[in-house]
């Protein structure tokens, strides 16, 4: 199995940027499908993106696509979520999660390992 740790959130003004990191350790991360999920108070878990194991295929909500960008350095079994332009309506819990399979999905129940999150604030 594979143990997942995020880092980088924080508060940030609108308009402003962060990168969030995921450091895997346990299996090799090459052997898993990525992906960033956000969960706001009150809200159900959403899926932001994906990303496959080799990095070639990536995958984005739509109320994120053009501003957010996923990557992955698997030599150093860490994940990536660049998030520019931020919004007010960005603020949640944001989540990085694996799963073992080729192709990127949406839907987290079909993700089998979970961090346990890091705060995104974005203020006004």
């Known amino acids: 199995q594979v143990q997942l740790v995020e880092s980088g959130g924080g508060l940030v003004q609108a308009g402003g940027s962060l990168r969030l990191s995921c450091a895997a350790s346990g299996r090799p991360f090459s052997s898993y499908t990525m992906g960033w999920f956000r969960q706001a108070p009150g809200k159900e878990r959403e899926f932001v993106a994906a990303?496959?194991?080799?990095?070639?295929?990536?995958d984005y909500a739509d109320s994120v696509k053009g501003r957010f960008t996923i990557s992955r350095d698997n030599a150093k079994n860490t994940g990536y979520l660049q998030m520019n332009s931020l919004k007010p309506e960005d603020t949640a819990v944001y989540y990085c999660?694996?799963?073992?399979?080729?192709?990127?999905?949406?839907?987290?129940?079909?993700?089998?390992?979970w961090g346990q999150g890091t705060q995104v604030t974005v203020s006004s």
């Open positions: 999660a694996a799963e073992r399979g080729w192709i990127t999905r949406r839907t987290a129940p079909a993700y089998d390992y």
């Open positions: 990303i496959n194991l080799n990095g070639g295929s990536t």
